[in-house]
């Protein structure tokens, strides 16, 4: 019954769930398959945003997601798509992160991981990004290991490690890389598993 037609009001409800629920609680929010135009902030508390899909298109962010703070538990974004305009940040990442089933597309940077952060990103899609997946986190421990099933597109570079917090090898089976300018800039030599990925 909660009003959830613009960036306004998902923001309002954002910004309750914060003031009113326990910091160990994690909300799952099922989103419409509408345009979301402004930017939003999560913060406070692990909201899950789930997006749906109509015969209009599939739930959309065209000015980007910030994430604020280190959450207690591991915000999942899932099936929403996120379409920029050449510029910007798809999802500013200082919390934990799962993405699964996304797509992310004409971003400067479609997923930046920065702070004291983990973030991991399954099934989704990279198409024309200047930066795909970027990588500048430090001190924190690792939730998982799997990058895998995505596919990247066209983007300047699809992923780089600028630096990870963890040895943990980062396992990126069933990954797609397809016509990027750089396909994999492991500038901080992080141990990853490519052998299952398709460089096309």
């Known amino acids: 019954n909660t009003n959830l037609s613009d960036s306004q009001a998902l923001q309002a409800l954002i910004d309750r769930i914060a003031e009113e629920t326990d910091y160990r609680d ?3 929010i099922h989103l419409p398959a ?3 135009t402004e930017p939003v902030i999560l913060h406070g508390h692990t909201v899950n945003l789930i997006g749906s899909e109509s015969e209009n298109g599939r739930t959309t962010f065209t000015a980007g997601i910030q994430m604020r703070d280190e959450f207690y538990e591991i915000c999942y974004l899932s099936g929403i798509d996120f379409v920029g305009s050449g510029s910007g940040v798809a999802i500013s990442a200082a919390g934990r992160l799962w993405t699964q089933e996304c797509t992310f597309s004409s971003w400067k940077t479609a997923i930046l991981v920065f702070g004291h952060v983990w973030a991991n990103t399954t099934d989704c899609t990279f198409t024309d990004n200047e930066i795909g997946l970027h990588y500048n986190s430090t001190d924190i421990s690792p939730s998982d290991s799997h990058f895998t099933g995505n596919h990247f597109t066209g983007n300047g570079t699809a992923v780089l490690l600028e630096r990870v917090p963890s040895e943990l ?5 069933e990954c797609v890389f397809e016509d990027n300018d750089v396909d994999l800039d492991n500038r901080c030599q992080q141990q990853v598993d490519i052998s299952e990925a398709e460089f096309r």
């Open 169 to 173: 090898t980062l396992n990126f089976g």
């Open 26 to 28: 994690t909300v799952n």
């Open 34 to 36: 509408v345009t979301y």
